[in-house]
Nanobody, 121 residues
């Protein structure tokens, strides 16, 4: 029904920037709320931020002021622009989708496979 594919991960030094992309496909993709999660080794999965189909955004406190989520509805693609990266941002980043922000935060219906982001000191 819906497929999500992340890209853009890699290795970057602290203070650098990286942009992740999440391409969504499916008949209902353009109406979905899409968000980003991350998981570091030995830690629980953490919510990063989300964007609705109306472009409403919400961010976790840990990334406010540094990360920005945007979407291109024509391409069914959501972006995560990450600036001022810190070593603690190192994790596998996943995009996820659901019908609204509430569902997304509790139990997203769709997940991508993830992309690795590594921030060196």
């Amino acid at each position: 029904q819906v497929q999500l594919v992340e890209s853009g991960g890699g290795l970057v030094q602290a203070g650098g920037s990286l942009r992740l992309s999440c391409a969504a496909s499916g008949r209902t993709a353009s109406s979905l709320t899409i968000g980003w999660f991350r998981q570091a080794p030995g830690k629980e999965r953490e919510f990063v931020g989300t964007i609705s189909w109306t472009a409403y955004t919400y961010y976790a406190d840990s990334v406010k002021g540094r990360f920005t989520i945007s979407r291109d509805n024509a391409k069914n693609t959501v972006y995560l622009q990450m600036n001022s990266l810190k070593p603690e941002d190192t994790a596998v980043y996943y995009c996820a989708a659901g019908p609204d922000i509430g569902v997304l935060r509790r139990e997203p219906r769709y997940w991508g496979r993830g992309t690795q982001v590594t921030v060196s000191s």
